[in-house]
């Protein structure tokens, strides 16, 4: 079955750190790959996405690059600001073998300290 | 992005008793709605995808005559637990999708139960 593997949190960095939360995946088809934003209070929010193998997404300054080789798509920010102080959540969607529903990883908690 | 609301945010119900939780999608018509559920400092786990005018698909694991789940409109999936018991405690989430298979999912805010 389809799987998602992220990072332990909480990540506690200060303000302009760079940014990295891990990612790894288990799919038995050709899965599309997402990065979730929970702000806090908050519903999910998508955050980037990539769908094929070497394709980057990229928002409001984060970036994930799709490695089929190593089956990961880690998160990625130069420079944090306190408000990007939330839960990230990887997740795949395996559209190819119908099914649309996501597979959600365990979720990252970071805070940025001013 | 399109917006999806979910009712009640929050209940608190003696176990035994139902409850009963609407998604909606406001702007946009929903072929196809997902219900989630969250425990703390856990991940979503998908409980059931819905069709419109269709019967719902549950996960493995997941009892369809407790968590009874209803779409009966493009704009609207109901999830009732019936008889909640103290471990039907969790965060509820829904999310909703339009059209063709690649279509981004929007999600609602979740709704917290708490079964005494």
């Known amino acids: 079955g389809n799987s998602v593997t992220q990072m332990e949190g909480p990540v506690t960095l200060s303000e302009e750190a760079f940014l990295t939360i891990n990612c790894t995946y288990t799919?038995?088809?050709?899965?599309?790959l997402f990065w979730y934003v929970q702000y806090p209070g908050e519903g999910l929010q998508l955050l980037l996405k990539?769908?094929?193998?070497?394709d980057k997404g990229s928002n409001k300054g984060f970036e994930a690059t799709y490695r089929k080789e190593t089956t990961s798509f880690h998160l990625e920010k130069g420079s944090v600001q306190v408000s990007d102080s939330a839960v990230y959540f990887c997740?795949?969607?395996?559209?190819?073998?119908?099914?649309?529903?996501?597979?959600f990883g365990s979720g990252t908690r970071l805070q940025v300290q001013p | 992005g399109a917006v999806v609301s979910q009712h009640p945010s929050w209940v608190i119900c003696k176990s035994g008793t139902s409850v009963k939780i609407e998604c909606r999608s406001l702007d946009f018509q929903a072929t196809t709605m997902f219900w989630y559920r969250q425990f703390p400092k856990q991940s979503l786990m998908l409980m059931a995808t819905?069709?419109?005018?269709?019967?719902?698909?549950?996960e493995q694991g997941v009892e369809k005559d407790k968590f009874l789940i209803n779409h009966a409109s493009l704009t609207l999936s109901t999830l009732t637990v019936t008889s909640a018991h103290p471990e039907d405690s969790s965060f509820y989430i829904c999310?909703?999708?339009?059209?063709?298979?690649?279509?981004?999912?929007?999600f609602g805010p979740g709704t917290r139960l708490t079964v005494l």
């Open positions: 990539a769908t094929k193998a070497d």
């Open positions: 799919a038995t088809g050709y899965p599309s």
């Open positions: 999310s909703a999708a339009s059209g063709g298979s690649y279509n981004e999912q929007f």
């Open positions: 819905s069709n419109e005018g269709s019967k719902a698909t549950y």
């Open positions: 997740a795949l969607s395996d559209v190819g073998t119908g099914r649309r529903a996501l597979t």
